[in-house]
């Protein structure tokens, strides 16, 4: 069975500074990567996805992952984090016909 | 021109009744989701139709039934509600079984 990992619940951040929230997965097979991010009293919206290719994925609002097959890892990144980044960031996997969301981890960007 | 749409936003009801929740997408995707996010924000698919055919059916109660009328509906309908229902319920949708879904805003469910 496929699985997801987000190891830290809470990720704190300057405004301005780099930010890294990491997720690491477990399937059999070749896996689809996302990330999504969601607003207080929101829905989850899509920022990136890894199909196949580059291992850098560029998406929405500046974010950027890295999928590293050998750590079996797709950590999301940005350079400069804002203050309106700060939100819950879920990273998912699909593999098999099946869809796994990991725990979420909540990024605080402070002024 | 919202993308994926759920009513009612809010649902507040007795332990014991019956209640359905709706959702549609007006995306012309062929694939519908239902998730569960519970107070501790994890999130849980439920149900995902193809087609109008059910592809997976997580370990969920049997009070718990998606029925959809057609590829731009997804509706799901509980019976016997209990405490334990309360939740955030989720509707998504995707072009197919492999792409990114898009969700709706979700509809708050509280169960007294």
């Known amino acids: 069975a496929q699985s997801v990992a987000q190891p830290e619940d809470q990720v704190n951040v300057a405004e301005g500074n780099p930010l890294t929230v990491k997720c690491t997965y477990s399937v059999s097979g070749n896996p689809y990567l996302f990330w999504y991010v969601q607003y207080p009293n929101r829905g989850l919206q899509f920022l990136l996805k890894?199909?196949?290719?580059?291992?850098l994925v560029k998406g929405s609002y500046g974010f950027e992952a890295e999928f590293n097959k050998s750590q079996t890892s797709f950590h999301l990144k940005k350079p400069s984090a804002l203050v309106s980044d700060s939100a819950l960031y879920f990273c998912?996997?699909?593999?098999?016909?099946?869809?796994?969301f990991g725990a979420g981890t909540r990024l605080t960007v402070k002024p | 021109d919202t993308a994926v749409s759920q009513t009612p936003k809010y649902l507040v009801t007795q332990m014991g009744n019956d209640k359905s929740i709706k959702c549609e997408q007006n995306l012309g995707h062929d694939t519908m989701y239902w998730y569960k996010q519970d107070s501790k924000k994890f999130l849980k698919i439920m149900f995902s139709y193809n087609n109008k055919e059910l592809i997976i059916n997580e370990t969920v109660p049997n009070r718990f039934s998606p029925k959809s009328p057609d590829k731009a509906h997804l509706n799901l309908h509980i019976n016997s509600l209990e405490l334990g229902d309360s939740a955030v319920y989720f509707c998504a949708s995707s072009h197919s079984t492999t792409d990114t879904q898009y969700f709706g805003p979700g509809t708050r469910l509280t169960v007294l």
């Open positions: 998912a996997v699909r593999a098999n016909n099946d869809m796994r």
């Open positions: 890894y199909i196949t290719g580059d291992n």
